[in-house]
């Protein structure tokens, strides 16, 4: 859902109650394992940003819940964990349309690349 909403606190309350603690809990991870980034609201939804580029954010659409893990070498490294889990994969979205097919795990070590890659954001 694109939002009107000034930072990302508020972005989560007016998500969908059924998706919101989903949501918490990949903002609470990107805060956690994205050192060095800055929380933002950009293109309609929450980003996580270094040094001025976005490399990761997330959101609540209207069919699913996205993630978006914008380094390219990231996303190839983990195409294998995600096939089979009953996900669609973008170039750099990974769509969630249900909560529980969310792999925590494996958007924790996405997520710990990220803070590790130096590679191409697409």
């Known amino acids: 859902m694109q939002s009107n909403a000034k930072d990302v606190t508020t972005y ?3 998500s969908p109650v059924e998706r919101q603690d989903a949501l918490l809990k990949l903002r609470d991870m ?12 950009e293109y309609g939804g929450p980003t996580c940003s270094r040094d ?4 990761v954010g997330f959101a609540s659409q209207k069919h699913f819940i996205g993630l978006y893990i914008l380094r ?10 995600l096939k089979g889990k009953g996900v669609s994969i973008g170039k750099g979205a990974i ?8 792999d925590f795990k494996v958007v924790e070590s996405m997520l710990r690349a990220t ?4 590679g191409v954001v697409c």
Do not use: P
């Open 12 to 14: 989560i309350e007016e």
């Open 115 to 118: 803070e590790e890659s130096k």
């Open 52 to 55: 001025g580029e976005v490399e």
């Open 95 to 102: 769509r969630y349309s249900k909560l529980e097919r969310i």
């Open 30 to 41: 990107c805060q956690k394992y994205l050192t060095g980034f800055t929380e933002n609201m």
């Open 72 to 81: 390219t070498d990231v996303m190839k490294a983990h195409k294998d964990q």
